[in-house]
């Protein structure tokens, strides 16, 4: 008798070899993420002797990503682990869209706004965001990017709006 009244076994749609499935279908979408990185920076160019090239480091993460998925799905393989569980989508959808919204508004705006906007935006991926918290983190974070990037690496970004500093 199951847990789950009405409810029959969950059938698997994965082989009866694969032991973790979750950590199986992890290093496939590692090693994926890797090829297409080794395919995107193949018209790069790489290192010459003791040279690097603008390719050299994004093929050396991409190889040792491509090794560390093979690594995770022969976990899979060979070890017990978790079934896949359900994916959830608020995250990466409001982490994405703050990455967004600071690409196209760190030059109108500034960086201390766009900061701020892109970290509460990226707040919302989550239902149990303490708001109070979240907004004193933020203003601390502002503060930071603020004082690192004009000041301690003389980065020529403008800290507040246009219309602002007119």
């Given at each position: 008798?199951?847990?789950?009244?009405?409810?029959?076994?969950?059938?698997?749609?994965?082989?009866?070899?694969?032991?973790?499935?979750?950590?199986?279908?992890?290093?496939?979408?590692?090693?994926?993420?890797?090829?297409?990185?080794?395919?995107?920076?193949?018209?790069?160019?790489?290192?010459?002797?003791?040279?690097?090239?603008?390719?050299?480091?994004?093929?050396?993460?991409?190889v040792l990503l491509l090794l560390l998925g093979a690594g995770v799905?022969?976990?899979?393989?060979?070890f017990e682990g978790a079934h896949l569980s359900r994916y959830h989508?608020?995250?990466?959808?409001?982490?994405?869209?703050?990455?967004?919204?600071?690409?196209?508004?760190?030059?109108?705006?500034?960086?201390?706004?766009?900061?701020?906007?892109?970290?509460?935006?990226?707040?919302?991926?989550?239902?149990?965001?303490?708001?109070?918290?979240?907004?004193?983190?933020?203003?601390?974070?502002?503060?930071?990017?603020?004082?690192?990037?004009?000041?301690?690496?003389?980065?020529?970004?403008?800290?507040?709006?246009?219309?602002?500093?007119?």
């Amino acid at each position: 008798m199951s847990d789950a009244p009405g409810h029959g076994p969950v059938e698997s749609i994965m082989p009866k070899w694969v032991k973790g499935p979750q950590d199986f279908i992890g290093g496939i979408a590692m090693m994926a993420i890797a090829l297409f990185a080794l395919w995107a920076s193949s018209d790069l160019q790489g290192m010459h002797g003791f040279s690097f090239g603008a390719g050299t480091a994004p093929r050396m993460f991409a190889v040792l990503l491509l090794l560390l998925g093979a690594g995770v799905a022969l976990t899979g393989i060979l070890f017990e682990g978790a079934h896949l569980s359900r994916y959830h989508w608020r995250g990466p959808l409001f982490v994405t869209l703050s990455i967004v919204s600071f690409a196209f508004t760190i030059r109108p705006l500034g960086l201390v706004v766009s900061a701020m906007a892109s970290f509460l935006i990226s707040a919302l991926g989550t239902p149990e965001t303490n708001w109070k918290e979240t907004i004193i983190v933020g203003i601390c974070l502002t503060i930071g990017c603020s004082l690192l990037f004009p000041y301690a690496l003389g980065l020529p970004l403008q800290l507040f709006p246009r219309f602002m500093i007119q």
